[in-house]
């Protein structure tokens, strides 16, 4: 089974710029969730759908950040305008339905570093 | 506010011993309580999940351990292996939403 995945791997941009991310989620994953993991912390949520409805995005920064999840399949998470505090690598995990049973797979993650 | 901790961010064991890695929580709601494995430059990868009924789940080398009355979760590996050097996240759900801790490097020392 293909996992879920992410790109870029690597982007670096200046502050102040607009940066997006991709996610294509394992085939049939009705849940995607965007994650951001800053060093030495744990993920935190930013923004969960199932298909293309918003389950949660309560901790997403609006004023900046942005997702979308067009036809319930890839998504797109972007930033814009970016700040320093940006610099994290960005997860993208996708899951069959919304409960634990069902497991939950990530992808390898875009690494942002904003100069 | 920080409802999964994972107060020690590293752990060193020599190959063959046992490595137990902790966490603790907060909130009594949890229903389950997951421990994730994180290669560099690799998304976390699920390793082995206990419900916040049982006390004990065992996978092979991997065995968790929950004490609702401590708020206490921890992991052990028997025996450890070089190849289990990683970062470790214990999560905890409630609901559908997931929250982690910050992680233990482990590394094992052959």
């Known amino acids: 089974e293909a996992g879920v995945a992410q790109s870029p791997r690597y982007k670096i941009i200046e502050k102040r710029q607009s940066v997006a991310f991709w996610c294509n989620p394992i085939?049939?994953?009705?849940?995607l969730y965007w994650y951001q993991q800053i060093l030495g912390q744990g993920p935190k949520l930013l923004i969960q759908?199932?298909?293309?409805?918003?389950?949660?995005d309560s901790q997403l920064p609006k004023d900046r950040f942005s997702a979308e999840r067009l036809k319930g399949v890839d998504s797109t998470l972007k930033i814009q305008p970016a700040k320093l505090e940006d610099s994290a690598v960005y997860l993208c995990?996708?899951?069959?339905?919304?409960?634990?049973?069902?497991?939950?797979?990530f992808g390898s993650g875009t690494r942002l570093t904003v100069v | 506010d920080q409802q999964v901790k994972q107060n020690s961010p590293s752990l060193s064991v020599q190959e063959g011993r046992i490595s137990i890695l902790n966490c603790d929580y907060t909130?009594?709601?949890?229903?389950?309580f997951l421990w994730y494995k994180k290669y560099p430059a690799e998304g976390p990868t699920f390793l082995i999940s206990?419900?916040?009924?049982?006390d004990k789940n065992e996978d092979g080398r991997f065995t968790v351990f929950l004490n609702k009355s401590a708020k206490h979760l921890s992991l052990h590996i028997v025996p450890s292996q070089p190849g289990d050097s990683a970062v470790y996240f214990c999560?905890?759900?409630?609901?559908?939403?997931?929250?982690f801790g910050t992680g233990t490097s482990l590394t094992v020392i052959p």
């Open positions: 995990a996708s899951s069959l339905g919304t409960g634990v049973v069902y497991g939950y797979t």
């Open positions: 999560a905890a759900i409630t609901g559908n939403q997931f929250y």
């Open positions: 085939s049939g994953h009705a849940t």
């Open positions: 206990i419900s916040s009924i049982k």
């Open positions: 759908f199932q298909n293309n409805g918003v389950v949660d």
């Open positions: 909130n009594s709601m949890f229903d389950y």
